[in-house]
């Protein structure tokens, strides 16, 4: 529920314990053959992050219960004042992502969340936006939180962001807005020239008139790609902060086979592969109807590994999966090529990914032997290359289902996958605080 926004007659004070600032190097730079880190202490030691792996716990609290270090030098209280803060989205692993991260900086008590979709379907229209700012929408959200989030869908969000468009200062939102683009900015969006206008508008306010009231995040590479080659404009203050990998621990549904480690697991999309797997090639593999809840990542654990077949560029349950050491078994670019040009697996269009890449012309990091187009996927991006199985054929899937779930996992992603994330954790915990910082630049931080 929307709830009142402290008035506060302190002065703002906020008390934040630094981290270290080298994070730049995270991801893999330089020349396009760099040798692919292929263990946690090789990478820390290459791109020299802060890898000191915490101990797993077993109390109840959130830190523990979703993989969230309890270290006491990243957790945060942020002064007397916090500021309230609303996550206006409609996707359950995103919500359970800022919640994980504002819990790291003591802000997540602060935090409520609105379903848009309650307002609009996908791709809101001009004139719904219009009609929602002039029955006051805009003012009752924004009245009320320092802070609105958007995220998954960026169109559900185009009444507040229209408002910032308005003259009259009275009609704008005056809360601070972040953009987390998840999910393409202009996801089902029909009027795209209306939007395109608003977007390109807000874009060259964003360091002008809108400066520290209108914040960009991508959660991942092609996002920002995307939105810049749609719009036509370059965007250099798109943060990019990846989800923090966490996961709500529920029961595996009883509807479901028992899991087994001779058996993979994979989850039905509007896909022909998993059956083919099965009944052509008799790839022993549970596939969870679409829409299903499977229980997370802790009983991906309970089969030999997860086979993955892209249907977006990007995914959640993609970051969660490493986080929790869930081996995966996914297509390589040309195999992936493949699948989708003859019509075996048609949700994820990598001829649209060439096409950005073409009209893009720049600089790219991809893992040796791929295609460069690959390289606007986190699901081939080096850095997380060492932790994904990429597999070329059916051939290949055939000689990895032969393999017992010990043989398979050569590179212990089991291990392994939970100490990068651990660590790479810290360093998107350290992203968001930056972007609070960023919010009220003259507040003075301290160490907790």
């Known amino acids: 529920m929307l709830g009142p926004k402290r008035k506060h007659k302190r002065l703002l004070r906020f008390i934040i314990a630094l981290i270290a600032t080298a994070v730049a190097t995270l991801v893999l730079m330089g020349d396009i053959k760099v040798r692919i880190p292929t263990s946690i202490n090789e990478l820390c030691e290459t791109h020299g992050l802060l890898c000191s792996l915490q101990t797993a716990c077993n109390r109840h609290s ?22 309230a803060v609303l996550y206006y989205n409609r996707h359950g692993g995103c919500r359970t992502n800022l919640f994980a991260a504002l819990e790291k900086l003591g802000l997540s008590s602060k935090m409520a969340t609105f379903d848009p979709s309650q307002l609009s379907g996908y791709g809101m229209s ?27 869908t960026i169109p559900h969000a185009r009444a507040l962001l ?13 809360s601070k ?30 360091e002008s008139r809108l400066k520290g009231r209108l914040f960009w995040i991508a959660n991942n590479a092609f996002d920002k790609a995307y939105i810049e080659a749609r719009l036509g404009v370059k965007m250099p203050f798109i943060r990019l902060i990846r989800p923090m990998g966490v996961a709500t621990k529920s029961q595996y549904p009883w509807d479901l086979p028992k899991p087994s480690l001779y058996n993979f697991a994979a989850q039905k999309h509007y896909s022909e592969i998993y059956s083919g797997l099965s009944k052509n090639y008799s790839i022993p593999i549970t596939v969870f109807p679409f829409g299903h809840k499977y229980g997370g990542p802790q009983h ?3 089969f030999k590994a997860f086979i993955d077949v892209p249907y977006q560029y990007s995914t959640m349950k993609f970051y969660e999966n490493i986080a929790h050491g869930v081996p995966m078994l996914i ?11 003859t019509g075996l697996h048609t949700m994820l269009d990598t001829n649209a990914l060439k096409d950005l890449h073409r009209q893009l012309q720049q600089p790219v990091n991809a893992i040796p032997g791929f295609p460069e187009w690959s390289a606007y996927m986190d699901y081939y991006d080096p850095l997380f290359a060492p932790f994904v199985y990429y597999v070329d054929s059916f051939k290949e899937f055939q000689e990895m289902a ?9 590179r212990n992603v089991r291990q392994k996958g939970p100490e990068f994330y651990g660590a790479y954790r810290r360093l998107i915990v350290q992203e968001w605080l930056q972007l609070f910082r960023d919010m009220w630049p003259a507040a003075v931080f301290h160490s907790v």
């Open 162 to 174: 229209l408002s910032l468009l308005e003259t009259d200062a009275t009609i704008q939102c005056q």
């Open 402 to 410: 032969d393999k017992s779930w010990k043989e398979l996992d050569s």
């Open 62 to 83: 959130f830190r523990c219960r979703f993989g969230v270090s309890s270290d006491s030098s990243i957790q945060r209280v942020i002064g007397e004042w916090k500021p």
């Open 331 to 341: 297509p390589t670019p040309r195999f992936l090529d493949e699948l989708f040009n």
């Open 300 to 302: 991906l654990l309970r």
């Open 126 to 152: 001009h004139a719904r936006a219009q009609q929602l700012i002039q029955r006051g929408h805009v003012q009752f959200v924004c009245n009320k939180y320092d802070v609105v989030v958007v995220a998954d």
């Open 177 to 206: 807005i972040v953009l987390e683009i998840t999910n393409r900015f202009d996801w089902q969006v029909k009027d795209v020239d209306a939007y395109y206008w608003m977007m390109r508008a807000l874009v060259e306010a964003t």
